[in-house]
T-cell receptor, first 115, second 117 residues
Framework: ETGVTQTPRHLVMGMTNKKSLKCEQH?????MYWYKQSAKKPLELMFV???????ENNSVPSRFSPECPNSSHLFLHLHTLQPEDSALYLC??????????????FGSGTQLSVL | AQSVAQPEDQVNVAEGNPLTVKCTYS??????LFWYVQYPNRGLQFLLK??????LVKGSYGFEAEFNKSQTSFHLKKPSALVSDSALYFC???????????????FGTGTLLAVQP
């Protein structure tokens, strides 16, 4: 195990639903990330948090709303999603955000299907 | 634009044969380069990284990668493939975000490695 846990593993939701993805890291890291993985596309960095403060938001639609209540937990709140939002959502953590040689530790992801 | 390219969607190799998974990059300045592996139904795991120094980098599970500045490549290699090496492999380059506030990893599209018994 990598020390990063994501729940749920699978999620099916309608376009009018509201749901949340949860991520928890047990590594004592200060930085947490949300990535979107779609088939045959590069991983897309969505959000970066450092010590509970959002430091990067990569032009993500407002229907995705992140929350970081403490340095161990990260949420992604979803509402009025579109079918093209169906993807694997990966959470990751690293010791800090400042170092270029930082190694990321990933969770297993939540496979999201929007109907 | 700064980017990473993995030209092969899939690489097929027989067990026991050497394998190569290709990666090229386009960045300004000195690149910090990484390989990650994703096994089925799992998140990505760090394999190895190149920061500076020896162009041949050794990593986990017997993998190694060769940094070639003139060809702007960072190909992943293993002398003898195992069936258990079958997975999705991602090359990545580390960039500074604007203002240098955060580190950002830019990933390639991934290459599926299939090792046949």
């Amino acid at each position: 195990e990598t020390g990063v846990t994501q729940t749920p593993r699978h999620l099916v939701m309608g376009m009018t639903n509201k749901k949340s993805l949860k991520c928890e890291q047990h590594l004592g890291h200060n930085a947490m990330y949300w990535y979107k993985q779609s088939a045959k596309k590069p991983l897309e960095l969505m959000f970066v948090y450092s010590l509970e403060e959002r430091v990067e938001n990569n032009s993500v639609p407002s229907r995705f709303s992140p929350e970081c209540p403490n340095s161990s937990h990260l949420f992604l709140h979803l509402h009025t999603l579109q079918p093209e939002d169906s993807a694997l959502y990966l959470c990751a953590s690293s010791q800090d955000v400042g170092g270029r040689n930082e190694k990321l530790f990933f969770g297993s992801g939540t496979q999201l299907s929007v109907l | 634009a700064q980017s990473v390219a993995q030209p092969e969607d899939q690489v097929n190799v027989a067990e026991g044969n050497p394998l190569t998974v290709k990666c090229t990059y386009s960045v300004s300045g000195n690149p910090y380069l990484f390989w990650y592996v994703q096994y089925p139904n799992r998140g990505l795991q760090f394999l190895l990284k190149y920061i500076t120094g020896d162009n041949l980098v050794k990593g986990s599970y017997g993998f190694e990668a060769e940094f070639n500045k003139s060809q702007t490549s960072f190909h992943l290699k293993k002398p003898s493939a195992l069936v258990s090496d079958s997975a999705l492999y991602f090359c990545a380059v580390s960039l500074w975000a604007k203002g240098g506030a955060t580190n950002k990893l830019i990933f390639g599209t991934g290459t599926l490695l299939a090792v046949q018994p």
